[in-house]
């Protein structure tokens, strides 16, 4: 499990139908871990990036566990749009997993660590979330962390954790957190159409 | 059987329901509630006034970390909407935040509706005749309006 728990010594709470407070991202994080190469993740060799077959797996996994969902669904009729929807979504992981991006951006585990903590006593009932949208003080153990960026926006560490570790921007405000990384050119192919983009 | 639902989709979709935005709907499926049925109408002044459109918005397995996937299924002639429904919006791709909801996506496709963007294409078909005479493509964009976006009683 993430570090929440381990940090306050707790076992996570059995969930059972409750709503969570953040999205389901083992699927991820589990992704994200073969492709990542920030900070001491960076491969011996400076100029090795991701093998393009492990970004590839990654987008292959969620298009299976999307295929998973469609099949799950129980009634499947012919006319069900969701079904047909999650179809698509598949074809376009598929379509990525041909064609995958070159590199990850984002920031370093070493960056997440050093962010600066919010205390509790610091929190106000008023204070909440952005991404998730609940308020700070519901969690009986809340970790949060404020971001570097002018409006010093804070947010609950596993929250902004999987966001900055994709894109190294504060989500309030789009400040860049880091300089970006040199990427290699992106092949010549223009033919941007084809990734993800079922969906605008 | 199917996992719980994040807190936040759970409130965005009351707020939806209690705090209409004028003009636009979204609904999620009793089966399952990361999929919307949304209608936008089209802006007042715009070549899609008096046009009801319908979309689908799905919310991924990671939103909001990832933007909810939206397309239109009701034919449109807009520059940045191609024939398959899918919108070229920056928000929609690379300046998608977390700090987004699906009610300031769906005021963004509005906006779209009355401020089409032939330099940034998606129909490339639609963005050469909106460039060459506009005139003429705002006419077509209203004549589809009226014969795909008119409401169904
Ligand atoms: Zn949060
Ligand atoms: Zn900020």
């Known amino acids: 499990m993430s570090g929440y728990e381990v940090e306050h010594g707790i076992q996570p709470q059995p969930q059972d139908q409750q709503p969570r407070r953040r999205p389901d991202l083992t699927t991820f994080f589990a992704t994200l871990d073969h ?12 100029h090795a990036l991701p093998m393009p077959r492990d970004i590839s797996a990654a987008f292959r996994n969620l298009a299976n566990a999307y295929e998973m969902m469609r099949s799950s669904d129980g009634h499947v009729e012919p006319s069900d749009s969701s079904d047909e929807l999650l179809g698509r979504l ?37 204070m909440s979330c952005p991404i998730c949208g609940n308020a700070f003080l519901e969690d009986s153990h809340p970790l949060v962390v404020k971001l570097p960026c002018q409006g010093e926006h804070a947010f609950d560490l596993e929250c902004i954790q999987p966001w900055i570790k994709l894109n190294p921007t504060c989500p309030m405000d789009r400040q860049q957190l880091i300089k970006k990384k040199t990427v290699p050119p992106p092949p010549p192919d223009e033919e941007d159409g084809e990734y993800d983009e079922m969906f605008g | 059987m199917a996992a719980p639902l994040p807190k936040r989709i759970i409130k965005e979709t009351e707020r939806l329901q209690n705090e209409p935005v004028p003009g636009i709907s979204a609904l999620p499926h009793d089966d399952n509630a990361r999929y919307f049925d949304v209608m936008v109408e089209g ?24 933007a909810p996937k939206i397309r239109f299924l009701t034919r449109i002639y807009h520059p940045n909407i191609d024939r398959l429904g899918r919108i070229c919006l920056d928000v929609l ?46 006419k077509t964009a209203r004549e589809w309006t009226a014969l795909y976006a008119t409401a169904k009683k």
């Open chain 1, 35 to 46: 492709v990542d190469t920030s900070g001491a993740r960076q491969p011996q060799n400076t």
């Open chain 2, 43 to 66: 802006p007042g002044g715009s070549c899609y006034e008096g046009g009801v459109f319908n979309l689908e918005l799905f919310l991924p397995d990671d939103y909001p970390m990832t």
């Open chain 2, 93 to 138: 791709k690379n300046n998608w935040s977390p700090a987004l909801q699906i009610r300031t996506i769906l005021l963004s496709i509005q906006a779209l509706l009355g401020a089409p963007n032939p330099e940034d294409p998606l129909n490339e078909a639609v963005a050469k005749q909106w460039k060459e005479n506009q005139a003429e493509a705002i």
């Open chain 1, 90 to 126: 598949v074809e376009s992981l598929m379509e990525s997993a041909e064609h995958p991006p070159p590199e990850v951006q984002g920031v370093s585990d070493e960056y997440i660590e050093q962010l600066e903590r919010v205390p509790k006593k610091k929190l106000r009932e008023n």
